[in-house]
């Protein structure tokens, strides 16, 4: 079984350019989350969903950050216009309510340097 | 709000055990959980203990839940080489959703 991809695997942009990241979650998962990871901390959630609907974006920054999970697998979160202290890892996670959402599977993650 | 504290640095030597502890503050958490990241990777999820367990333990992994301290601990026993990797608390909250909150991680050296 495929785990959850994330591509790309690294991006390096200048500020003020926008940035897109996109996730493939785990078939069947029927939850989707994006987290930040800062350098040195653990995942901070920014949005989860479930199926194609948002259910808990209280964390994302929307002036500029945006998210879409239009046919309820694919995902992608986007950045504009992205700014210094964006830099970080942008991690992906999936879970399927058969097993009680128990266990998050995570992607590897798309690492973002804003120069 | 929510908080997981854990110590940010562990040395042990191969073939030691290895004990790596976490405080949280939300009182009606229904999960914990213990993650590992290796460099490059993400999270891969070790194990996880339901709220009204004392104890779990699988092969070389032993998790101790203490509810009253609000303290989770985690020990690898006979430690590896391989066991180098910084190791994430996480707690789900008893609000019937799914927020987990992640402590910043322990990161786990093994002296050879």
């Known amino acids: 079984e495929a785990g959850v991809v994330q591509s790309p695997r690294y991006k390096i942009i200048e500020k003020k350019q926008p940035v897109a990241f996109w996730c493939n979650p785990i078939?069947?998962?029927?939850?989707l989350y994006w987290y930040l990871q800062n350098l040195g901390q653990g995942p901070e959630l920014l949005i989860r969903?479930?199926?194609?609907?948002?259910?808990?974006d209280s964390q994302l920054p929307k002036d500029r950050f945006s998210a879409e999970r239009l046919k309820g697998v694919d995902s992608t979160l986007k950045i504009q216009p992205a700014e210094l202290g964006d830099s970080a890892v942008y991690l992906c996670a999936s879970s399927s309510p058969i097993a009680g959402g128990n266990e998050q599977f995570f992607g590897p993650g798309t690492r973002l340097t804003v120069l | 709000g929510e908080d997981v504290e854990q110590s940010l640095f562990l040395s042990v030597r191969e073939g030691d055990s290895s004990v790596i502890n976490c405080t949280y503050t939300?009182?009606?958490?229904?999960?914990l959980y213990w993650y590992k990241q290796e460099p490059g990777a993400g999270l891969q999820l070790l194990t996880y203990?339901?709220?009204?367990?004392d104890m779990k333990q699988d092969q070389r992994l032993t998790v101790l839940l203490n509810k009253k301290d609000k303290h989770l601990s985690l020990r690898i026993a006979d430690t590896q080489t391989g066991d180098s990797a910084i190791y994430f608390c996480?707690?789900?909250?008893?609000?019937?959703?799914?927020?987990?909150?992640f402590g910043a991680g322990t990161r786990l050296f093994v002296k050879a």
């Open positions: 939300d009182s009606s958490s229904t999960y």
């Open positions: 969903y479930e199926n194609e609907e948002a259910v808990d």
């Open positions: 203990i339901f709220s009204n367990m």
């Open positions: 996480a707690e789900r909250g008893g609000d019937g959703g799914f927020k987990t909150i």
């Open positions: 078939s069947g998962h029927n939850t």
